[in-house]
T-cell receptor, first 112, second 116 residues
Framework: QKEVEQNSGPLSVPEGAIASLNCTYS??????FFWYRQYSGKSPELIMF????GDKEDGRFTAQLNKASQYVSLLIRDSQPSDSATYLC????????????FGGGTRLMVKP | EAQVTQNPRYLITVTGKKLTVTCSQN?????MSWYRQDPGLGLRQIYY???????DKGDVPEGYKVSRKEKRNFPLILESPSPNQTSLYFC???????????????FGSGTQLSVL
């Protein structure tokens, strides 16, 4: 059973702070990882993907992957109230049809 | 505009009354999938399809049926709905199953189903 685990939160941070969202996975075959943002009542939208160990930066967002520790994280710098949403972590096993396994999501609240 | 169209947006029904949730994409994607989302459980895959006439079970297929007679359409059928199928449902499509690299998953707007 492949599992992707996330703390459900809510994670509350003040505006302008760094929000750190974490995700662990059990399947060592997972090779690609994705972060989706989901506003309340809306569909998920892709923020970032990462498949190499290390950091990947895109604007205020940085994804981090550590395959040895089976750990993925998303950092949001200069957090804004508009970042308040649920963040879903997902892993894909390229050798198993690339099917995505989603975590339960972490709810982020950025307070003005 | 590239999109996945899902209908209806909201549906209230009673136990045992057959229903269909439609899903259509206009991007010529080969891969389509259905997910259900319940609080704290994230998105769980119900069924997926790699191409026309090719469907397979996901993690939670019990109580659901799908068909892929045309590339653009992938309806979800509940033959005899039960209250435990009350959930938020999403259809998604992509060129590749995981949205590998820049090929992201496109999601429909969701269907909130309540089975009384």
């Amino acid at each position: 059973q492949k599992e992707v685990e996330q703390n459900s939160g809510p994670l509350s941070v003040p505006e302008g702070a760094i929000a750190s969202l974490n995700c662990t996975y059990s399947d060592r075959g997972s090779q690609s990882f994705f972060w989706y943002r989901q506003y309340s009542g809306k569909s998920p939208e892709l923020i970032m993907f990462i498949y190499s160990n290390g950091d990947k930066e895109d604007g205020r967002f940085t994804a981090q992957l550590n395959k040895a520790s089976q750990y993925v994280s998303l950092l949001i710098r200069d957090s804004q109230p508009s970042d308040s949403a649920t963040y879903l972590c997902a892993g894909a096993d390229n050798n198993a049809g690339n099917m995505l396994t989603f975590g339960g999501g972490t709810r982020l609240m950025v307070k003005p | 505009e590239a999109q996945v169209t899902q209908n209806p947006r909201y549906l209230i029904t009673v136990t045992g009354k057959k229903l269909t949730v439609t899903c259509s994409q206009n991007m010529n994607h080969e891969y389509m999938s259905w997910y259900r989302q319940d609080p704290g459980l994230g998105l769980r895959q119900i069924y997926y399809s790699m191409n026309v006439e090719v469907t397979d079970k996901g993690d939670v297929p019990e109580g659901y049926k799908v068909s892929r007679k045309e590339k653009r359409n992938f309806p979800l059928i509940l033959e005899s709905p039960s209250p435990n199928q009350t959930s938020l449902y999403f259809c998604a499509s992509s060129s590749l199953p995981s949205g590998t690299g820049n090929e992201k998953l496109f999601f429909g707007s969701g269907t909130q189903l309540s089975v009384l």
